[in-house]
């Protein structure tokens, strides 16, 4: 089956750190496009970070650019996205996604996963 499965999400402090993780089975990520995807609640979803599945460029919204580092484990089959000095505006279900193409996408439609919770609050 072939499927995206996210995790590391939860409740953390402002100024906080979450490690997200997107584990891939039945599918090899490392040769595609893939984007970290938020949705906060009544807001349009976001694409807030992507990287590439040609050269490995990263992509960042400014508003997380210097705050999250997104990096792929190829053994692992896994990629990741780091978060630090997390601000309540980071509250919001993440998922990851990829058009399965080389290229980013900012909301990748083809596939995605269920996406982690994470709230950022005092």
């Known amino acids: 089956q072939v499927q995206l499965v996210e995790s590391g999400g939860g409740l953390v402090q402002p100024g906080g750190s979450l490690r997200l993780s997107c584990a891939s089975s039945?599918?090899?990520?490392?040769?595609?496009?893939m984007t970290w995807v938020r949705q906060a609640p009544g807001k349009e979803r976001e694409g807030v970070a992507c990287i590439s599945g040609t050269d490995q460029s990263t992509y960042y919204v400014d508003s997380v650019k210097g705050r999250f580092t997104l990096s792929r484990d190829r053994a692992k089959n896994t990629m990741y996205l780091h978060m630090t000095n997390l601000e309540p505006e980071d509250t919001a279900i993440y998922y990851c996604?990829?058009?399965?193409?080389?290229?980013?996408?900012?909301?990748?439609?083809?596939?995605r996963g269920q996406g982690t919770q994470v709230t950022v609050s005092a």
């Open positions: 996604a990829t058009d399965r193409s080389q290229g980013c996408t900012e909301i990748p439609e083809v596939m």
């Open positions: 039945g599918f090899t990520l490392n040769y595609y496009g």
